[in-house]
């Protein structure tokens, strides 16, 4: 279609009928009518003839009828359609037509100004064009023709139409419409098909060419090559985005995976006086002792005296095993060996084991527990519930502690008497024989005894733990029992040559009235007999300290060496007394 007009046969616009014609007939291809043509208002007194109605119905019988009715009486009943203009009544003349205002126009074209004064012009309908390309029709044309003029009807002149003259032929109402185009019947409705006014400004069309084919191509190179290399630049930064994640993923373990803030590792350096830089260079020379005998077996700690594999421990420890038991030590990187009994003492609750075939052994250093202060800090390293290899902390809590264990046998013969060093450093079952070290790492103590709540047992009947009341010969003493027993495999005990009496309830510590088989308390010959000490007497201070009981008396006489002088204190018959004497020696057991 071209600047919106149809392309098919055009409709011929009707003026006056020619003088002398009877008839006219319809174009041969008549223009399709609207769907809703206008009427006139019934009030009026003279009804528009529907000529395009008229051009219809001649094509139908029912029309033809109607046709020659019409044209036998040559004008139409006012107020009605010129197709149902009725028979004319006989004997009734026909209406005259009025006189035509001009002149008839042969060439049947409308005059200018207006279609002419019979009747409208029939409206001839076009499709609304289909924009190039399938390019929708912009909203704003919805409802108007292509010049924006909306779709609705025209109404029909109010001016009367004059009846037909004599001998016109109208068509009938009805005419049947043409088939219509595909596209035309897809849309159907009279939105669809726009009013063509002939004599109207001329409009912009719906519709613009656009620019050539040719002229597109380069933009669409060009809009191509910057999508091409838009996506060539998305695919690279998605894959360095991807790697980042997936490399992040594999090295924490996931995305939802927690890691909770940790400090680095350290040197592992320790200041040498601390509890580690102690644990550190004591623990090589601690090992564990695994004793079994025919009876008993039992686990204890030992610490080494030199490098030929001499090891002190406690009697109490290596008592199990017995003449023909087995003693296995076990050293603090894991390495054992069967170990030998030097020599052991009761009294002082000390025994030294002997190691062959091993070397590189680190013998502990000893210190002098003369130097220990109360409050001092102290490392107590061991084998608790065989538990190798731990270590405690405390401090000194008391010295001098006259303290006696052991005592199973009845006799007094295992029963030992200790001027101990008091420590609250945990101490436990297994504990027994390992070394007490100060701030040096050097020996001050063996861990021998605790004090245990009640009964010193627990519930169930085995041994109970520490409270913090742990007790540890002084390494003076340990030194020296160590040394008589890896010399003569014994230990020697001072002695004063008096037996006491050990149920005495007073303040101090009384002789005897009688010893042993009936002899007397007072050795003859012995260091006290040459003092001057009686049966009866009460001794009340041994070298400078008080004395309270006879198991004092024992533990401050043995934290001395045999032949040391001591000075003593004595009451007898209400006077006090000042001896002095030189100790004597005993073989221990």
């Known amino acids: 279609m071209e600047d919106g007009k149809s392309t098919g046969p055009k409709a011929k616009w009707w003026s006056r009928p020619t003088p002398g014609r009877t008839s006219r007939t319809a174009p041969e291809e008549p223009s399709p009518v609207a769907d809703a043509a206008p009427t006139a208002d019934p009030a009026d007194a003279a009804l528009v003839t529907d000529v395009t109605d008229a051009t219809r119905a001649a094509q139908t019988t029912e029309a033809t009828d109607t046709t020659d009715t019409t044209a036998e009486n040559g004008m139409a009943e006012p107020g009605t359609r010129t197709a149902d203009v009725p028979a004319q009544v006989p004997g009734v003349p026909a209406a005259r037509p009025a006189t035509p205002l001009h002149q008839p126009d042969e060439y049947s074209t409308p005059p200018y100004g207006g279609p002419g004064p019979w009747a409208p012009a029939p409206p001839v309908q076009r499709p609304v064009p289909t924009p190039a390309h399938g390019t929708p029709v912009p909203p704003q044309y919805a409802g108007t023709n292509g010049a924006g003029i909306p779709t609705s009807p025209i109404p029909a002149p109010s001016a009367p139409v004059p009846p037909a003259p004599a001998g016109f032929t109208p068509p009938p109402p009805h005419a049947p419409q043409q088939p219509q185009p595909q596209s035309q019947q897809s849309h159907g409705s009279s939105t669809q098909w726009l009013q063509y006014d002939p004599w109207g400004a001329p409009r912009q069309p719906l519709t613009h060419p656009g620019p050539p084919l ?157 130097n220990v202060q109360v409050g001092d800090p102290v490392v107590a390293i061991g084998a608790p519930f065989d538990l190798s290899n731990t270590v405690t902390s405390g401090i000194i809590s008391a010295k001098d502690r006259p303290i006696t264990a052991g005592g199973e046998k009845g006799d007094g013969s295992d029963i030992s008497y200790v001027d101990a060093l008091q420590t609250d450093a945990p101490i436990n079952p297994g504990n027994s024989g390992g070394p007490l070290v100060d701030t040096d790492a050097h020996v001050i103590g063996i861990n021998s005894a605790i004090r245990a709540a009640d009964s010193g047992a627990s519930e169930e009947g085995g041994q109970a733990g520490s409270i913090g009341l742990g007790f540890a010969i002084p390494i003076n003493q340990g030194k020296r029992v160590a040394e008589e027993l890896i010399n003569t495999g014994r230990a020697t005990h001072p002695v004063i040559g008096v037996t006491l009496d050990m149920k005495y309830a007073g303040d101090g510590a009384r002789v005897g009235e009688k010893g042993a088989a009936g002899k007397s308390a007072v050795t003859p010959g012995g260091p006290g007999a040459k003092a001057g000490i009686r049966p009866g007497d009460v001794i009340t201070e041994v070298g400078g300290r008080r004395v309270h009981s006879g198991e004092e008396l024992i533990v401050k006489i043995r934290a001395h060496r045999p032949g040391d002088r001591l000075d003593l204190k004595l009451t007898r018959g209400g006077k006090d007394l000042s001896i002095s004497l030189t100790l004597g020696s005993a073989s221990g057991t």
């Open 214 to 370: 040719g002229a597109d191509t380069g933009r669409k190179k060009n809009r191509r090559g910057s999508l091409l290399a838009g996506a060539v630049l998305l695919a690279l930064v998605a894959g360095g985005i991807g790697g980042g994640i997936g490399s992040y993923i594999e090295r924490n373990g996931g995305l939802t995976r927690v890691e909770l803030p940790q400090a680095g590792r350290s040197a592992g350096g320790r200041a040498p006086d601390s509890v580690a830089g102690i644990a550190a260079s004591a623990l090589p020379s601690v090992v564990t002792l695994h004793v079994s005998g025919s009876a008993e077996s039992g686990t204890g700690t030992g610490f080494v005296l030199d490098g030929s594999g001499h090891i002190l421990t406690n009697n109490h420890v290596v008592a199990p095993a017995g003449q023909a038991g087995e003693i296995t030590v076990t050293f603090s990187g894991g390495e054992t060996a069967r170990a030998e009994v030097v020599g052991k003492d009761s009294g002082y609750d000390l025994a030294v084991v002997k190691v062959t075939g091993v070397s590189g052994l680190k013998p502990l250093p000893l210190g002098n527990s003369d």
